[in-house]
């Protein structure tokens, strides 16, 4: 497993005026980063929740630079990662524990394509079968 798929709170963070540095150098010392229409979904779905404005464009602007530099690694939900997400939600309910549906979703794409989640919230991930990395903690 040597690849990254991106949480939303990753891409997120690279939308501020002075992101944290250190996962800025995760970004920049990591090659094989994915994205799932999944964080595309809902960096757009935050975006249709801002008022008009400066603010907005700017996010808009951004949020569009990012989609063409990984335009050729947005992963989709295919029937196998469908397939990992519905065991997941299924191991998450048997054990009552509460679980966001695009926390399983994301989940079931990174176990399809063998990658790990890089995400701010390893937590959610914790009882799952993927691998996580925090880019906040991360040490060259």
Same mark, same amino acid.
């Given at each position: 497993m040597t690849g990254f798929l991106l949480d939303t709170n990753v891409v997120s963070e690279l939308t501020k005026s002075r992101p944290n540095p250190a996962v800025v150098t995760f970004l920049s010392?990591?090659? !094989? @980063?994915?994205l799932s229409v &999944?964080?595309? =979904?809902? &960096?757009e779905y935050g975006l249709h929740l801002l008022p008009q404005g400066r $603010?907005?464009?700017r996010l808009l602007r951004i949020h569009a630079g990012i989609l063409e530099t990984y335009s050729d690694r &947005?992963?989709?939900l !295919?029937?196998?990662a469908a397939e990992w997400s519905a065991k997941f939600r299924d191991q998450a309910r048997s054990a009552e524990r509460a679980i966001d549906l695009g926390d399983t979703l994301?989940?079931?794409?990174?176990?399809? =394509? !063998? @990658?790990m989640i890089a995400t $701010?919230?390893?937590a959610d991930f914790d009882h799952l079968e993927v691998d996580t990395v925090n880019p906040w903690e991360? &040490?060259?």
């Open positions: 010392e990591n090659e !094989d @980063l994915w &999944i964080l595309v =979904h809902e &960096i $603010r907005r464009n &947005i992963l989709a !295919d029937r196998v994301i989940a079931g794409i990174a176990k399809s =394509h !063998d @990658l $701010r919230n390893t991360y &040490i060259p």
